[in-house]
T-cell receptor, first 114, second 112 residues
Framework: AQTVTQSQPEMSVQEAETVTLSCTYD???????LFWYKQPPSRQMILVIRQEAYKQQNATENRFSVNFQKAAKSFSLKISDSQLGDTAMYFC???????????FGKGTRLSVIA | DVKVTQSSRYLVKRTGEKVFLECVQDMDHENMFWYRQDPGLGLRLIYF???????EKGDIPEGYSVSREKKERFSLILESASTNQTSMYLCASSLPGIETQYFGPGTRLLVL
């Protein structure tokens, strides 16, 4: 069974600094999809970024980028120029197909400090 | 924009009550999912559905059932609520073959 591990339960970062959240996963599949979701306090879970395993290029979305290391089964999220609004729980998730449910990590609580 | 709504943000029920949590999506998504979220455990899948009247068990289906009579609506049922079902419940939907899931705001359930 696939598993997703987030080894940092909590992190903090100063406003305007850069922070990296770690995620590792385990699968025997060659093609799959990885996601980072963000859940702000008392607010809805939203997609931050996704990566398709067959794509070599790391995905980026504005201040958010990933470092996808397929051989190491690692998928870290980098947040540049951190803002107070980035304070949230961040979940890493995996699926091997469009019709297989996501497997989530346990989450990393990120606090951005002014 | 995709919209996924859940019938209640907060719910308080008594042990033994039958509880219905409703989820509605407005984007004609075939796939719908129910998760529960607990501190330190992340999101765990309870049930999912790929089409009307279809359902599949997730990782923790015990004590729950689901109903999908219409494409846009996916209900989670706690047949006899217990205190260990106190949790945050999240509904999500997606299109087949499109892996991004869209989440509702969640229902925080307290069972006394």
């Amino acid at each position: 069974a696939q598993t997703v591990t987030q080894s940092q339960p909590e992190m903090s970062v100063q406003e305007a600094e850069t922070v990296t959240l770690s995620c590792t996963y385990d699968t025997s599949e060659s093609n799959y999809y990885l996601f980072w979701y963000k859940q702000p306090p008392s607010r809805q879970m939203i997609l931050v970024i996704r990566q398709e395993a067959y794509k070599q290029q790391n995905a980026t979305e504005n201040r958010f980028s990933v470092n996808f290391q397929k051989a190491a089964k690692s998928f870290s999220l980098k947040i540049s120029d951190s803002q107070l609004g980035d304070t949230a729980m961040y979940f890493c998730a995996f699926t091997d197909s469009g019709n297989t449910p996501l497997v989530f990590g346990k989450g990393t609580r990120l606090s951005v400090i002014a | 924009d995709v919209k996924v709504t859940q019938s209640s943000r907060y719910l308080v029920k008594r042990t033994g009550e039958k509880v219905f949590l409703e989820c509605v999506q407005d984007m004609d998504h075939e796939n719908m999912f129910w998760y529960r979220q607990d501190p330190g455990l992340g999101l765990r899948l309870i049930y999912f559905s790929y089409d009307v009247k279809m359902k599949e068990k997730g990782d923790i289906p015990e004590g729950y059932s689901v109903s999908r009579e219409k494409k846009e609506r996916f209900s989670l049922i706690l047949e006899s609520a217990s205190t260990n079902q106190t949790s945050m419940y999240l509904c999500a939907s997606s299109l087949p073959g499109i892996e991004t899931q869209y989440f509702g705001p969640g229902t925080r359930l307290l069972v006394l």
